[in-house]
């Protein structure tokens, strides 16, 4: 599975590694854990984006770290804005979650530039990257580091399923030997059966057509989403650009206008559409929605938007209780 895999992420995604370089976990879930075991000690500085995502936040917590958020924008996190004392930052450079945004080349080369100056690790976790529908991908942090500074985190929630519970973490030699013992203490090692069949199906072509495949469809609904969103809700709700994965976010078009995101989730999943508000993701103070499109038919899209549009309506003109 290891040297399968090795070879898939160098052509897929230009990671440059050797199957002693890979190691595989129960999820991206023990991944963070397993390099959080090993890096973290209470008290700990660790940098995470904000908003991010709330997993990798609240284990971190656990494992005694101070987590300080950091602002994202459109170009990805603002590395300005990271403490100099952080150990340890997490980000999502390929499709930022949950806005969608790409790490921007010089943001990477500064990232990098950061994490030298300050001896910090990055975790680059490169949840679905799989799923991009324009040009190509800018390369990962793991193959633009020189100094060993990044583990890069991927998982097959996305492009096969989340219960198979199949991840896996590229890491520097100066860290893999702790990142084994860690995952070895933890449950041994991953279900043998699961591996070889994964490893297989790489290694014979099938889960590169998969992914193609997949990527066209869900390619085909992500434009219909965001076409629909634009002509149905265009009015109170902006799309926030994105190119990849499996959602998209919206940001209400007027500051000023009132939007209580909580209430229009509540208010859409009581008539069957099930949205999250993007405060959910954040310490701060977000306003917007982030809608998932990996399991709705196509033929659902124009009524569920319709239905999110009349319980933004509610929000912004609220009608008094009787
Ligand atoms: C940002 C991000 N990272 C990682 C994952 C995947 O986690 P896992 O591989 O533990 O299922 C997800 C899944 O939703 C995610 O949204």
Known sequence: MRRVLARHLGVARSVDAGAD??????????????????????????????????????????????????AVDEHGIRVAELPARARL???????????????????????????????AV???????????????????????????????????????????????LVAPPSLLP?????????????????????????????????????????GARHRQIIDAARELLGESMRVVPSVAGLHVC????????PFDADRVAADAAAAGVSVQSIARFSQGDHRGLMLGFGAIAPEDVPDGLRVLGRAIARSAHPQPDR
């Open 178 to 218: 702790a990142l084994r013992s860690a995952k070895r203490l933890t449950d041994w090692h991953n279900d043998y059966v699961s591996q070889a069949a994964m490893a297989r199906f790489i290694d014979t072509g099938g889960f590169a057509r998969h992914v193609r495949q997949a990527t066209k469809a869900y």
């Open 122 to 168: 990055i975790i680059e976790d490169d949840y679905d990257s799989e799923y991009r529908f324009s040009d190509r991908p800018l390369d990962p942090l793991q193959s633009l580091d020189q100094e060993g500074r990044v583990v890069y985190v991927g998982t097959f929630s996305k492009t096969m399923l989340p219960t198979l519970r199949l991840g896996f």
């Open 89 to 119: 930052v997490y980000v999502t450079p390929s499709h930022q979650f949950p806005l969608g945004s790409v790490l921007s080349l010089g943001r990477r080369t500064a990232l990098l530039e950061w994490a030298s100056a300050n001896e």
């Open 250 to 257: 919206l940001v209400p078009v007027d500051d000023a206008e």
């Open 21 to 70: 370089d890979v190691l595989i976990t129960s999820g991206a879930q023990q991944a963070f854990d397993v390099i959080g075991r090993v890096l973290i000690d209470p008290g700990d500085v660790v940098a995470v984006e904000d908003p991010g995502y709330p997993p990798v936040r609240q284990l971190f917590e656990s494992l005694g770290a101070q987590v300080v958020p950091v």
